[in-house]
């Protein structure tokens, strides 16, 4: 059974930094890609992060490119989110994703909100 359990939102101040953990279970992150997505009320969810399976080929959304990093554990099959010098715009519920055999998977979500 493929799930994904995200972890470590919460309450950050502008200019600190936070960690997103995606723990994957039911597939190796080793052998997939995995992405990490955000949404805002009222707004569609949008990736801001994915890492590729091959390669560790990344990428990034503009708006977090230089503050944001996406790693992974394969020991522990967890894909995290490094996020620097946050900004109240970063205030999302961030989602982990990933395909598995072309099926979509999501996490639960993890609230972050930057506030002073």
């Known amino acids: 059974q493929v799930q994904l359990v995200e972890s470590g939102g919460g309450l950050v101040n502008p200019g600190g930094s936070l960690r997103l953990s995606c723990v994957a279970s039911?597939?190796?992150?080793?052998?997939?890609?995995v992405a990490w997505y955000r949404q805002t009320p009222g707004d569609e969810r949008r990736m801001i992060a994915g890492i590729s399976s091959v390669g560790d080929v990344v990428r990034y959304a503009d708006s977090v490119k230089g503050r944001f990093s996406i790693s992974r554990d394969n020991a522990t099959n967890t894909v995290y989110l490094q996020m620097n010098n946050v900004n109240a715009d970063d205030t999302a519920v961030y989602y982990c994703?990933?395909?598995?055999?072309?099926?979509?998977?999501w996490g639960q979500g993890t609230q972050v909100t930057v506030s002073s």
């Open positions: 039911g597939f190796n992150v080793s052998e997939n890609g």
């Open positions: 994703f990933a395909r598995y055999l072309i099926i979509p998977y």
